[in-house]
């Protein structure tokens, strides 16, 4: 029960906090049902901040990255929750009242942004699918939520094995995305940022499919045949996956934290997936999360064009329509910048 009322505390303790503001023309509302930002914006005056403006004025996005509190992290507007507890900034200030990013961080946040994600979507899709709030933090964790107040009983909850978080989908208003020390400085960088990137657009992408607003042609499901069973290990056989236009699966994750386990196995899944209407995977989205993770040409070595023409056919239809559609450029986001 302790704990209960502790978070509880916690919540309405922050809550307070977060609707008061130093000064009242400071206090910034953002259009729609949303919460205010606390203490002005932008919250500096660098460069950095300049741009940060200039892509609230354009996208409605407000990239924050000072002052984030663990109410921020873990606002719950129905129930004082019962998952992992999320947390950031550095081991030794957990329990600090707020969170800043560290300052020589903030170039690889606001570029991530700006050249790989904002340049390659419309002003309506993104309209349509992000949070209003994104809070860059550094170390951005979970820790177990303990629910009961007995010390002789594990009353924990959400405890995760890998609790170091990439990308958080807050529940009302904010997300969160958090950057590895490897992801900014190592030779690794580019494909680790490219993990981000694709996992970051697949959500608001799947957040656009949840409203009923992410829209297929019809021209893209001609030719499928969802009925007959497929060969997925046989490339000579006339029923090989490839041949019928079935691309590869990908995990929603891209792998992020990783440098493998980016495609999901077919073995596991079977091909029950591929039906045109099932919420849980869907062939049109499957396409899409292959543009944007493979360039043209690493498409084509994966799926040759003389060896899997329908596959091809496909792709062009995807890439096209997203474009017209909705604004989503997969192609330059395969390759991490507008071309």
């Not at 500096?44 to 996005?61: A, H, L, M, Q, T």
């Amino acid at each position: 029960m302790r704990g209960i009322i502790k978070f509880t505390t916690i919540m309405l303790a922050g809550l307070a906090i977060f609707t008061a503001c130093r000064d009242s023309e400071e206090t910034i509302t953002p259009s729609g049902n949303y919460s205010p930002i606390r203490g002005g914006f932008p919250q500096g005056d660098s460069r950095y901040d300049s741009i940060i403006n200039e892509v609230k004025n354009e996208y409605g996005v407000y990239l924050l990255y000072k002052d984030v509190t663990e109410a921020d992290l873990n606002r719950e507007w129905v129930s004082t929750g019962t998952g992992p507890i999320y947390v950031a900034g550095p081991e030794e200030q957990r329990d600090a009242p707020a969170w800043n990013l560290p300052e020589e961080q903030l170039p690889y946040y606001v570029d991530y942004f700006c050249d790989g994600i904002f340049p390659n979507i419309g002003k309506e899709f993104a309209n349509s699918t992000f949070p209003v709030k994104i809070y860059m933090i550094d170390n951005l964790r979970t820790e177990p939520r303990n629910l009961g107040d007995d010390d002789s009983v594990d009353n924990s909850v959400g405890t995760d094995t890998d609790p170091r978080i990439m990308l958080m989908k807050g529940t009302f208003d904010c997300w969160a995305i958090s950057f590895t020390e490897e992801m900014m400085n190592s030779s690794n960088t580019d494909y680790a940022l490219k993990q981000q990137r694709c996992m970051l657009i697949i959500e608001l992408i799947k957040n656009l499919d949840s409203k009923g607003e992410l829209l297929s042609p019809d021209e893209f499901w001609e030719g499928f045949n969802f009925k007959d069973t497929m060969d997925i290990k046989n490339p000579s056989a006339p029923n090989y996956k490839y041949k019928l236009g079935f691309v590869d699966m990908i995990n929603d994750n891209f792998g992020t934290g990783q440098k493998k386990q980016v495609w999901v196995d077919y073995y596991f899944t079977g091909t029950s997936y591929w039906e045109k209407n099932n919420p849980n995977y869907n062939l049109y989205t499957t396409y899409i999360k292959n543009i944007m993770w493979l360039t043209p040409e690493q498409f084509e070595e994966r799926y040759p064009q003389a060896l899997y023409p329908m596959i091809h056919q496909k792709r062009d239809i995807v890439v096209e329509f997203m474009k017209k559609q909705h604004g989503v450029d997969l192609v330059n986001i395969s390759y991490g910048y507008k071309k």
